[in-house]
């Protein structure tokens, strides 16, 4: 299985840019009105200067009075109506834009389910949730009103244009090679003001990247007393990404401050110059230099939107340039399976043949290892941290494909068999329990919806878990605090238990808890696990020695091999590696936790 690249930079394709484009389709109609009232409003916008020419004029030359009250009327009526155009716009195209990253935004969630665990190796979770949350809203920006307010601007800008060119040639002359220097001028800074700002989004990202990781980190970290050093490391991420956001805005303002210093002094001050020897020698009116001054003011506006807007549209191309490649990436089904993959039949027996494994290649996990699964047989994982039997695990729920070797079901290449069909067959217990947010009943039942409430009561009974629902104040509907915190871990171990048992599953994987319980707990969740295993074939990453002793195959790991396999006695009378993990445990009670061999 190829695995996925890791997706970083800065860097956008046209491609994904039309990807882009297409969300934009089903609301076209919508995004065609929004654009003829834009066109509309533009209209509107030079129409203005050009009625306050003839209001001026009427005042300072031969005065008509309806003419004027017309004029002046008609100029607040446009205000009025360029106000009442402008709202509707905008509504209409916010909605659009929601309704556009609405789907994004559930797309790419969607997407990101349906990923590798290789995926999920190679990139952190907080850069994950920039990437759905922060990257597709700045995509909303870009589909509410960026797109329409770019054209809007540079017909504005030459509109404008075309007004002063054929009014007055002269101040076209004037004007324009100044507008020429701060379009290049613009272009030019804006660039630069996209790296600064390009900076601190990404130390930004590192920021909450960070948080995000130490925040699931938490009880470690109180645990180890690393509070003054995970505290000290934000405080210098933060320094940075202040730092960077100050360069940028710094360099972002002073140029700013320098083109309307250009436009609102210089380019005013040339006008003035050139109009006031203009109205004084006659050739033109005091009317038609205030237009003039008025559109050199609309022409420079639209400068400055598009040199802001350009930056806002380099950072929308960014984000939606990461965002689709992740809607690009192949899930792990397009990774492995075929048109000739085919669901899996009940399971007899299931085997490694001769499987290694590499999360990189320079550092191999797995190296050839052989063992078999029987229907109704229980077999433990022991060996030491690190030694490969979380891989097997994964490689067990196809989590990952082997680099070499096959994996059998039945004698047939698990690789022949659905993903999704594969996975209905086992049942996964961890040690890290998550529950999710909901009731009892919910968490018990997430991995299937139709299961029914007698069902799970039933369960609870079996693994001797209906104390648990008796003290919970509305029982099996009781809501559960965030990662089921007002639980203790026996009870949330409890209820993965109960979760495994109502789906049933052909195979159950079990990674036993090795924390410390008080005695009833310990007996409880014993029970609970006879219970799960009973007439179940099962694979258990066994911590306590009451669980390996009960199983019929134990396998020992050490560095990526098997180096011994058998039951207890057997393994005892070689007097090997698994005799000796045991003697190392002679002061621990048969009910503890084996932790040499965890």
């Known amino acids: 299985m190829t695995e996925p690249k890791k997706i970083q930079g800065s860097h956008y394709s046209l491609a994904e840019l039309r990807a882009l484009l297409t969300y934009f389709y089903p609301h076209r109609f919508r995004m065609l009105i929004a654009f003829v009232m834009m066109m509309t409003l533009t209209g509107l916008m030079v129409s203005r200067p050009v009625i306050l020419r003839s209001i001026i004029d009427n005042v300072t030359g031969p005065k008509d009075q309806e003419l004027m009250l017309f004029h002046a009327a008609l100029f607040v009526g446009i205000l009025v109506l360029a106000m009442c155009i402008s709202y509707w716009q905008s509504m209409m195209m916010a909605r659009v834009g929601l309704e556009i990253v609405s789907l994004i935004k559930t797309n790419l969630f969607s997407r990101v389910l349906k990923l590798s665990l290789h995926f999920f190796n190679s990139h952190k979770v907080g850069w994950l949730i920039s990437r759905v949350e922060g990257d597709t809203e700045q995509l909303r920006n870009f589909c509410s009103h960026l797109t329409l307010r770019i054209v809007a601007d540079i017909c504005l800008f030459f509109g404008v244009l075309g007004i002063m060119v054929t009014t007055d040639p002269g101040v076209a002359v004037r004007v324009m090679p100044m507008m020429i220097f701060l379009m290049i001028l613009i272009l030019a800074c804006s660039k630069k003001i996209s790296e600064y700002f390009n900076q601190a989004r990404s130390r930004y990202a590192e920021l909450s990247?960070?948080?995000?990781?130490?925040?699931?980190?938490?009880?470690?970290?109180?645990?180890?007393?690393?509070?003054?050093?995970?505290?000290?490391?934000?405080?210098?991420?933060?320094?940075?990404?202040?730092?960077?956001?100050?360069?940028?805005?710094?360099?972002?303002?002073?140029?700013?401050?320098?083109?309307?210093?250009?436009?609102?002094?210089?380019?005013?001050?040339?006008?003035?110059?050139?109009?006031v020897h203009q109205v004084q020698s006659s050739l033109m009116s005091l009317g038609t230099l205030v237009m003039m001054l008025e559109f050199s003011r609309q022409m420079a506006q639209p400068l400055h939107a598009i040199g802001e807007n350009f930056h806002a549209l380099q950072k929308s191309a960014v984000s939606a340039s990461r965002v689709f490649k992740i809607l690009n990436e192949k899930t792990e089904e397009e990774l492995i399976e075929t048109s000739e993959t085919k669901e899996a039949p009940a399971l007899l027996s299931l085997g490694f043949d001769n499987v290694s494994f590499a999360y990189s290649s320079d550092k191999p996990v797995l190296k050839g290892i052989s063992f078999d699964l029987l229907k109704g047989s229980r077999t433990a994982l022991?060996?030491?941290?690190?030694?490969?039997?979380?891989?097997?695990?994964?490689?067990?729920?196809?989590?990952?494909?082997?680099?070499?070797?096959?994996?059998?079901?039945?004698?047939?290449?698990y690789s022949e068999f659905s993903i999704s069909s594969c996975r209905k067959k086992i049942g996964l217990v961890l040690q890290d329990i998550f529950l999710f947010p909901g009731s009892v009943l919910d968490n018990i039942r997430v991995l299937d919806e139709s299961i029914s409430e007698e069902k799970v009561l039933k369960a609870l009974d079996q693994i001797g878990a209906t104390y648990l629902v008796q003290k919970l104040p509305m029982g099996i509907r009781t809501e559960l605090t965030e990662r089921g915190s007002n639980l203790s871990m026996g009870e949330r171990q409890l209820l993965s238990f109960a979760r495994a048992l109502c789906m049933e599953p052909e195979l159950l994987i079990?990674?036993?808890?090795?924390?410390?319980?008080?005695?009833y707990t310990e007996r409880v969740l014993q029970r609970a696990l006879e219970t799960l295993l009973r007439d179940r074939t099962s694979v258990i990453i066994a911590h306590r020695l009451s669980t390996i002793r009960s199983a019929d195959q134990i396998l020992v790991f050490e560095q990526g091999e098997i180096v011994e396999r058998g039951n207890h006695e057997s393994l005892m009378s070689l007097d090997g590696k698994y005799s000796e993990l045991i003697k190392m445990q002679t002061s621990v009670a048969v009910s503890s936790p084996l932790r040499a061999i965890a």
């Open 209 to 275: 990247g960070s948080l995000a990781e130490y925040l699931q980190a938490i009880f470690l970290i109180q645990l180890y007393d690393r509070k003054s050093q995970v505290l000290s490391e934000l405080q210098k991420k933060s320094l940075a990404r202040m730092d960077a956001e100050n360069r940028a805005s710094l360099f972002s303002n002073a140029f700013w401050g320098f083109f309307l210093f250009m436009t609102e002094g210089v380019l005013i001050a040339i006008l003035v110059g050139y109009g």
């Open 382 to 413: 022991v060996g030491a941290s690190g030694s490969g039997k979380s891989t097997t695990i994964q490689l067990l729920c196809r989590y990952f494909e082997p680099a070499s070797g096959r994996i059998l079901l039945n004698g047939e290449n």
């Open 510 to 519: 079990l990674d036993e808890a090795t924390a410390s319980m008080d005695t």
